[in-house]
Structures are given as C-alpha cells and as structure tokens.
T-cell receptor, first 114, second 111 residues
C-alpha cells in the first residue's frame, strides 16, 4: 500500500497560465475527493468522485476549475487562467469501505500563482 | 449552515501533561467524527475516529463524543514535543458524503 500520491508537490506559475495536478488514490478506494486549503483554515471541499462519476462539485468553485477521473483510478484537477487567489495547498483524499470511513490524504500540491 | 467550531489557539501545554482539544458541531444529524493532525506545510493525517457516544482510546489518544451536547474532544496523554501541530476536527452527516471541517487548534507542547 503506497498511500495516496499527488504530483507535483509544488507548482509555481504565472497568473493566467493553466495548471494540472494529478492524484493516484489508494488502489482499492472507489471514492476520491479534492480539497483546497489556505493558511489557518480547514480543508475546503472542491469535488467528489465515486469511481469515474463526479457526483458533486462545490457551488463555490469557479468554472475555471475542472476535474476528471476517467477510469475510476487516478484523477486530475485543472485550473485554467490561474489567479493569485488560487494560491493554496490542493489536497486529494481517497476513501474505501463505508461512506463514514476516514479519508486518507495525499501529501498535497502547493500552488503559488505569481 | 452546518458548522464545526474549534478554538484556534495556540494551546500551550507542558511536556508530559494532558492536552485537551475541543470541537462543537451544529448538525444534530452528524454521525461520524474524525480528528486529524496537521504539521505545518503537510497534509492532514488521521489520528482517530469515533462514531458512538463515550470514549475511544488508542495509545496516548482518547476521543470523547457527546452527541446530546454536540461536542467531541481529543485528549493526548503524556504530551510530547512531536505532538505540536494543528489538530483538525471533521464531522460527517449521515445524509451525505461531505465532511465539515473546523479551522483547527494549534497545539504547542513546551519541553
């Protein structure tokens, strides 16, 4: 069990550029979540997949954000036309078993938009 | 609006003492409760989860749940400097998959 893997660990980009992050969940976990976290705050929900189906997307999420999980395994999160306010830690978590089971987080991708 | 409240701290505790972290939640339908530890610049790491009223112990950690008072706590016995971190409380309602997160309590263990 290699845990949840996220790449890259760090990303620095200029405002207006597009960025894509990848998450590889724990292999037997069918549920996958993306969160965003800024300093001093708890994780903020972005979106949720069960297998390949995207079941929920935060109403607070701009149309510049899109996520996919094409084969129900790894997932990608893309941010188009990045803004300085997008600077944050982007966390991926996977979950197996019952829906009340704990989430297991990856190491996160820290995005800095200059 | 479902909310989870935590004192932001910092909570300063001498090494070897008991650290007590508290969390209140607003949704009476909440069924599952989680404590995560987060070191600066790192991702959250699961410490404990609890589903039923009462106490649940795991090593130096004890989670306490009181659904009537909508209150969950985490006790850390024999606190170590390595316990210094931010502790996040997360609550899940029965009716949906989402976790509602508190903003975390920063814990400092003083040698």
């Amino acid at each position: 069990d290699t845990g949840v893997s996220q790449n890259p660990r760090h990303k620095i980009t200029k405002r207006g550029q597009n960025v894509t992050f990848r998450c590889d969940p724990i292999s037997e976990h069918n549920r996958l979540y993306w969160y965003r976290q800024t300093l001093g705050q708890g994780p903020e929900f972005l979106t949720y997949f069960q297998n390949e189906a995207q079941l929920e997307k935060s109403r607070l999420l701009s149309d510049r954000f899109s996520a996919e999980r094409p084969k129900g395994s790894f997932s990608t999160l893309e941010i188009q036309r990045t803004e300085q306010g997008d600077s944050a830690m982007y966390l991926c978590a996977s979950q197996g078993g019952q829906t009340n089971s704990p989430l297991h987080f990856g190491n996160g991708t820290r995005l800095t938009v200059t | 609006q479902k909310e989870v409240e935590q004192n932001s701290g910092p909570l300063s505790v001498p090494e070897g003492a008991i650290a007590s972290l508290n969390c209140t939640y607003s949704d009476r339908g909440s069924q599952s409760f989680f404590w995560y530890r987060q070191y600066s610049g790192k991702s959250p790491e699961l410490i404990m989860f609890i589903y039923s009223n009462g106490d649940k112990e795991d090593g130096r950690f004890t989670a306490q749940l009181n659904k009537a008072s909508q209150y969950v706590s985490l006790l850390i016995r024999d606190s170590q400097p390595s316990d210094s971190a931010t502790y996040l409380c997360a609550v899940k309602a029965y009716s949906n998959y989402q976790l509602i997160w508190g903003a975390g309590t920063k814990l400092i263990i003083k040698p």
